[in-house]
Antibody, heavy 121, light 107 residues
């Protein structure tokens, strides 16, 4: 059974960088069948796709966030990570990592439990 | 970006009811449409992918249909555990986008 777990600071100051890690267990992040993505959900609101990565390091980002986002992968640790810089209160959200089947746009068949990140001074 | 619009935004129903949720895309997405269920404080759960394929482990009372711009999720006989928020998602073009959600409540 594949499991994903997000980790990182729950509080980030405005203008600083939000950094999260997603640890994958029960399966290899280097599988050729899957891509790995980040999605966020502001409190009480809907879902927004941030971006996805393949184990080779190839990435795809939401154009609305592309200038501030970096997603990377560490196959030796079976982890991938998210960095979002120059954060504001609008970036306050629950951040989920997920496994996408097939390609960057594949359905998210496994998700982490989510981690709330609050942007506040 | 492709806009996804769900209707209704909220819905009250009773156990045993048949329920249909609609999702409309702002342009054709062929059959690249997925449905998720989300319960409070939990991550979304994949129910249906490519419009009508049932994800492994999902009860058969859930079904999806549609193509092009109009899609539906149907729950044939509501169970107590089905009261949740449902989201559609287009996976045709980047960025993948979600509907605003349909909250299914107990009548």
């Amino acid at each position: 059974q594949v499991q994903l777990q997000e980790s990182g600071p729950g509080l980030v100051k405005p203008s600083e960088t939000l950094s999260l890690i997603c640890s994958v267990s029960g399966g290899s992040i280097s599988s050729s069948s899957y891509y790995w993505g980040w999605i966020r959900q502001p409190p009480g609101k809907g879902l927004e796709w941030i971006g996805s990565i393949y184990y080779s390091g190839s990435t795809s980002y939401n154009p609305s966030l592309k200038s501030r986002v970096t997603i990377s992968v560490d196959t030796s640790k079976n982890q991938f990570s998210l960095k979002l810089n120059s954060v504001t209160a609008a970036d306050t959200a629950v951040y989920y990592c997920a496994r996408n089947y097939g390609d960057y746009l594949g359905p998210g068949d496994y998700w982490g439990q989510g981690t709330l990140v609050t942007v506040s001074s | 970006d492709i806009q996804m619009t769900q209707s209704p935004s909220s819905l009250s129903a009773s156990v045993g009811d048949r329920v249909t949720i609609a999702c409309r895309a702002s342009q054709s997405i062929y059959r690249y449409l997925n449905w998720y269920q989300q319960k409070p404080g939990k991550a979304p759960k994949l129910l249906i992918y490519v419009a009508s394929s049932l994800q492994s482990g999902v009860p058969s009372r859930f079904s999806g249909s549609g193509s092009g711009t109009d899609f539906t999720l149907t729950i044939s006989s509501l169970q107590p555990e089905d009261f949740a928020t449902y989201y559609c998602q287009q996976s045709y073009i980047i960025p993948q986008t979600f509907g605003q959600g349909t909250r299914l409540e107990i009548k």
